[in-house]
Nanobody, 115 residues
């Protein structure tokens, strides 16, 4: 069974940094795009960042210049380095992978940025 487990969330002050990690299991994911999205109360779900198997990354305008997505195919992991955090970054962050049209995601990790 495919399973994604996120970690690294927490409480941080505005301007601080967090590094989120996602470990995938139950298959080989080196050929699959992966990424992160977030959901906050009162806001629509937002795709934060994506990364291809070759390492090509895309970002939402709201996080460009502050967040960096990366992956380690040998370890079946994807991470999200979040710098210069803002209160509006507060959300539950979910890791996902697209396995040829089959979408899998994790349970999410809470990120709270205080002002």
């Amino acid at each position: 069974q495919v399973q994604l487990v996120e970690s690294g969330g927490g409480l941080v002050q505005a301007g601080g940094s967090l590094r989120l990690s996602c470990l995938a299991s139950g298959g080989i994911f080196s050929s699959n795009p992966m990424g992160w999205y977030r959901q906050a109360p009162g806001r629509q779900r937002e795709l934060v960042a994506t990364i291809t198997s070759e390492g090509r990354a895309t970002y939402a305008d709201s996080v460009k210049g502050r967040f960096t997505i990366g992956r380690d195919n040998a370890k079946n992991t994807v991470y999200l380095q979040m710098n210069s955090l803002k209160p509006e970054d507060t959300a539950v962050y979910y890791c996902y992978t697209d396995r040829w049209g089959n979408i899998y995601w994790g349970q999410g990790t809470q990120v709270t940025v205080s002002s």
